[in-house]
């Protein structure tokens, strides 16, 4: 089999959908994490109630009255309705759950994937679309660099593996047709400025 046929796989792996959950995995049990196993695992199941199961409910009523054709969401017209939705989760999640008092580091990695959202969502006005694939995996890629400084860790392996799924996934959004190479650098550059923006804030 020839890595061509598998590079759809990456992009179900590391679909938007699921980043939030592996950031917070990350965070809390392959990082130097202070909090209760209790508190670990309520958070981490919160997260996947409002960024996964949440969001694949309103997939299916989307679906049903017609307002999506795929879990990709590649028409522009399709993807203001799920991004607005996604904010809305997002803004409930960080003022809920994730909050700064209880975990700094996970709150403004939130805040900055809202603020990838935003932008993503005001640039379809302008009818560009962005990668959210590499909008989502960049932001995460900069989250695990800046959690490495933050602990003074030094996790390069993440840190290299995630860089490398970068240009995968990237390849894979362009086997399957989903983007162009704008897109994709429009995707990558909306994931990571505003986690650098952030930075500035817990680093």
């Known amino acids: 089999m ?3 046929k598998i590079l759809p796989f990456f992009s179900y792996v590391f679909h938007p959908i699921f980043i939030p959950v592996y950031a917070a995995l990350y965070y809390f049990f392959l990082n130097d994490s202070y909090y209760s ?3 670990k695992y309520i958070a981490v199941f919160q997260i996947i109630i409002i960024t996964i199961l949440l969001p694949i409910l309103f997939f299916f009523v989307l679906r049903s009255v017609g307002q999506l054709d795929s879990i990709m969401i590649s028409e522009i017209s399709q993807r203001k309705i799920p991004l607005v939705m996604l904010c ?7 003022r809920k759950s994730i909050t700064l008092d209880r975990f700094p580091e996970l709150h403004f990695f939130f805040l900055g994937g809202l603020l990838s959202t935003v ?14 694939h590499l909008l989502a995996i960049s932001a995460l890629t900069l989250f695990f660099i800046g959690l490495s400084i933050h602990n003074q860790s030094r996790n390069i392996n993440w840190i290299a593996f995630l ?8 390849s894979s959004r362009l086997e399957m047709k989903a983007h162009t190479l704008k897109e994709l650098v429009i995707g990558f550059l909306l994931g990571s400025i505003p986690q650098l923006i952030f930075f500035y804030f817990w680093l």
Do not use: D, H, Q, Y
């Not at 809305?88 to 960080?94: G, R, S, Y």
């Not at 932008?119 to 959210?132: G, N, Y």
């Not at 860089?163 to 990237?170: D, E, I, L, R, W």
């Open 2 to 4: 020839s890595f061509k």
């Open 37 to 39: 196993t209790p508190e």
């Open 88 to 94: 809305f989760l997002t803004i409930l999640l960080v």
């Open 119 to 132: 932008l993503a969502l005001v640039l379809l006005f302008f009818r560009t679309k962005a990668s959210l």
């Open 163 to 170: 860089v490398f799924m970068n240009g995968v996934v990237a």
